[in-house]
């Protein structure tokens, strides 16, 4: 089997299951919840089974270990502590840092983890070598009692075998045949647990036993079995009698059966085996690279759909209007559902950051409660794959340098649990993600010290500054306050990267601080939706377009309405003074004033800012295209697109307004 065509769906299952056992090992290590046990059990053996399956055995091994600790959780044999959690999120780290090695081309056998394996078996002990050493007597009627001992008056032994498949085993019935076929070479089975229709149907776990009748010896039988592929461990013993009545046959075969199967549970594993093609029909994985060839495709036939329009406008026939507006209806519930196909939650970047929290935090001795909000908010595949590092560093930077140690914060008159917030949400035509802790704040002082310092700016430049302005000079390439350097931070590296990628990816990155009280940063991302609504305006003969996600409304202002108000002009908004900004000027271009003319009023959270402009075109579906790296790092432009007539017109990043 070439397993290269399934290892995209393997990756993606296994950082499915990566992410449920993070989720459950977090709630086990809060709650006890013995439901966390199981779905970390079920997670742990599904990745071990495709692990062995594929190939990748150091895996496969690692999570052998785990299921075998958990198993005597849920068994009641052992109860989960520290070690166990302590050792199951390293095994969880390890296991990350395999697959990740599998996903860049090699074996996931990159890690180390002998000492991780150490630690599953000094929590496991003895428990499960001897579970697998002790075989159950069987318990016989009078009938199968009686065959046995006609056979041993004529040469025969009765031996009981106690077999266990391995646990990659993919089809545990063909297994079980192919023994019982080696059997029928030296003997006679005369009864099985559970019985031969159960092992058909793989209504059975990885053991089964044999009642069987042989000449040869136990280290013959042994040995036999023990050659068919896939049969992990084969334990041979002279059969000892235990009678039972007739009407008991059933109870006392199921007490016996090993492993032991509750009657519930089996019945809620069918259940779900009944249910799974179901939900497997409902979903199919797509190649991203499809998707974007779809969206291409889709955005030059939007740009063509206003060509249609412009051109239906001009002929002025119903019957051409009519068509046009049904394609206009069509293609928007198109496009509503191209875009949804790229549009992803969050809460696949935040899922990992609940147990690097509670590692980093324990390495360096802290309490720290991580709150997640907005984790549902939908964001652009491309930009999720991108922002999770960035995140990661602002993340690690707030527990290192902004949250103070238990005894600090208690001194203060704090908690000795500090609060990290992580919050996402929807702001216009962006994605806004604020990471916010209650801690020290940043010391501005320090920060202006040592960019004096450093040469970074002047005297007069620092005495001008605000605080937040002083403080954002930690994004500077090889700027660092920390007076000593840790694994964490403290080498001048980490946030200048962070800074560099937001902006890569169109983003912005702000942060306030109050010493004492803590810091927020903010990080601004576009949708980056291909296709967007928009406001198209006219400044002197240039056309524009404003996302219609910022725009809030539109109306007629007469010169006279407008008002100065800190040497700004603003105008009476709902008895709000709102600023304006006329685009012309901002663009320089030359245009002639008009003694009332229209203002787009946008927003921004709760802040306001009225454009200035020529005239309103209308409202219409544009395709944004990117400027390129000649032309980035243009103020209040976020991109441009093509009209229907095929001229050019830049599209006004609202946000820069403010």
Do not use: C, W
Request: hydrophobic share 40%.
């Amino acid at each position: 089997m070439d397993v290269n065509e399934y290892l995209g769906l393997f990756l993606d299952e296994a950082q499915e299951h990566i992410q449920s056992v993070n989720t459950q090992l977090l709630k086990l290590e809060q709650t006890g919840s013995f439901e966390a046990v199981q779905e970390i059990f079920r997670s742990a053996h599904t990745l071990k089974g495709m692990s062995a399956t594929m190939g990748y055995e150091h895996v496969a091994n690692l999570t052998h270990e785990m299921e075998s600790a958990l198993d005597l959780v849920r068994g009641g044999k052992k109860e989960s502590n520290q070690l166990l959690l302590d050792t199951m999120f390293s095994a969880m780290e390890q296991i990350e840092e395999m697959i990740a090695n599998i996903e860049s081309g090699g074996s996931g056998s990159n890690v180390d983890v002998g000492a991780t394996v150490k630690a599953f078996q000094s929590f496991i002990g003895q428990e499960e070598t001897e579970a697998v050493e002790a075989v159950s007597p069987f318990t016989v009627d009078l009938y199968t009692d009686s065959v046995v001992e006609q056979a041993k008056q004529t040469g025969f032994e009765a031996f009981q075998l106690s077999v266990k498949l391995s646990d990659a085993v993919v089809l545990k019935a063909a297994r079980a045949y192919m023994v019982f076929d080696r059997l029928q070479e030296l003997g006679e089975v005369v009864r099985t647990v559970p019985d031969t229709e159960a092992i058909e149907q793989e209504q059975f776990e990885l053991s089964f036993e044999v009642l069987f009748l042989s000449q040869e010896s136990a280290e013959v039988i042994e040995h036999a079995v023990s050659q068919v592929s896939e049969v992990d461990r084969v334990h041979v013993t002279v059969f000892t009698s235990e009678h039972e009545s007739v009407p008991e046959v059933a109870a006392s075969a199921e007490a016996v059966a090993v492993p032991e199967v509750k009657p519930q549970p089996s019945a809620q594993e069918a259940e779900e085996v009944k249910e799974q093609p179901v939900a497997q029909a409902k979903t199919i994985r797509v190649n991203l690279e499809r998707i974007d060839r779809l969206m291409n495709l889709f955005e030059e036939f939007i740009i063509d759909r206003g060509r249609l329009e412009r051109l239906a406008d001009e002929v002025g026939q119903p019957e051409l209007n009519e068509t046009v507006e049904k394609i206009k209806r069509g293609t928007n519930e198109l496009q509503s559902l191209v875009l949804t196909l790229r549009m992803m939650p969050i809460e696949q970047v935040f899922n990992r950051f609940p147990r690097m929290v509670r590692s980093v935090a324990k390495d360096i001795h802290k309490k720290v409660q991580l709150d997640i909000t907005g984790a549902e908010t939908e964001l652009d595949r491309t930009v999720i794959d991108e922002i999770g590092d960035p995140l990661v560093h602002l993340i690690r930077n707030a527990i290192d340098h902004g949250i103070e140690l238990p005894e600090v914060r208690e001194q203060a008159g704090k908690d000795k649990q500090g609060k990290l917030s992580l919050r996402a949400y929807h702001g216009g035509n962006r994605v806004f993600i604020e990471i916010e802790d209650d801690g020290a704040g940043i010391n501005v002082d320090k920060v202006r010290a040592k960019a004096l310092e450093r040469g970074v700016l002047t005297a007069e430049e620092a005495a001008a500054m605000s605080d937040n302005e002083l403080a954002m000079l930690i994004f500077a390439p090889g700027f660092s306050t920390a007076d000593v350097v840790t694994d964490l931070s403290g080498r001048g590296v980490g946030l200048d990267v962070v800074k560099n990628k937001i902006e890569s990816l169109g983003g912005v990155v702000s942060l306030e601080t109050v010493v004492g009280q803590g810091t927020k940063f903010q990080v601004s991302l576009p949708l980056t939706l291909s296709i967007i609504s928009a406001m198209l305006v006219l400044a002197g003969d240039e056309t524009y377009a404003i996302p219609l996600s910022s725009i809030l409304e539109t109306t007629l202002l007469d010169e006279a309405d407008i008002l100065t108000a800190h040497r700004e002009r603003v105008f009476d908004f709902r008895g709000q003074l709102v600023p304006l900004v006329y685009l012309k000027e901002m663009f320089g271009i030359d245009a002639e004033t008009k003694s009332q003319f229209p203002v787009v009023v946008v927003r921004k959270g709760n802040k306001l800012v009225g454009v200035v402009v020529n005239d309103l075109i209308g409202q219409q579906e544009i395709v944004m295209k990117p400027l390129g790296s000649y032309l980035e790092g243009i103020p209040a432009i976020s991109g441009a697109t093509i009209l229907g007539d095929g001229r050019v017109a830049l599209i006004v990043d609202s946000n820069d307004l403010f």
